[in-house]
C-alpha cells in the first residue's frame, strides 16, 4: 500500500493515522457511494476502493461507534443487518472533507 515498506517511520506513522486510526471516514464514503451494506461487505469494499486492507474486527469495532454516535444507523434487510449513513453522518463526513482540504491547501501554498 503505497510504497509503505521503503517508507521512514515517520512516513508509515502518517499513512496509519490518515488510514486505519481514521476509518470512519472512509466507511462513511463507501456507504454514500454504494448504499447500505453488511459489515464484512464493508471490510471488503475498503481493499476494492481504496487498497485499504482492514480486520473484520476493526471494521466491526468501527461501525459499532459509528451507530452509537449516530454517524450510521443500523437496518434490519431480512435476516440481514445492513447499516447505513444518516443525515448526521453525511453532515459530518462534509465537514471531515473541508477540515482535510483547508490543512492540505496550507501544505501546497
Do not use: H
Request: glycine share 6%.
Amino acid at each position: 500500500m503505497w510504497g509503505v515498506l521503503e517508507s521512514s517511520r515517520a512516513l508509515k506513522r502518517l499513512i496509519r493515522k490518515l488510514t486505519v486510526e481514521t476509518l470512519w471516514i472512509y466507511v462513511v464514503k463507501l456507504l454514500m457511494v454504494y448504499g447500505p451494506m453488511k459489515a464484512y461487505d464493508i471490510k471488503k469494499k475498503l481493499w476494492e476502493f481504496f487498497g485499504l486492507k482492514v480486520s473484520a474486527i476493526t471494521v466491526y469495532s468501527v461501525v459499532y461507534k459509528l451507530c452509537s454516535e449516530g454517524v450510521l444507523e443500523q437496518v434490519k434487510v431480512g435476516n440481514d443487518v445492513v447499516y447505513r449513513v444518516t443525515d448526521r453522518g453525511v453532515d459530518e463526513y462534509r465537514k471531515a472533507l473541508q477540515f482535510l482540504e483547508n490543512i492540505l491547501s496550507k501544505f501546497k501554498t
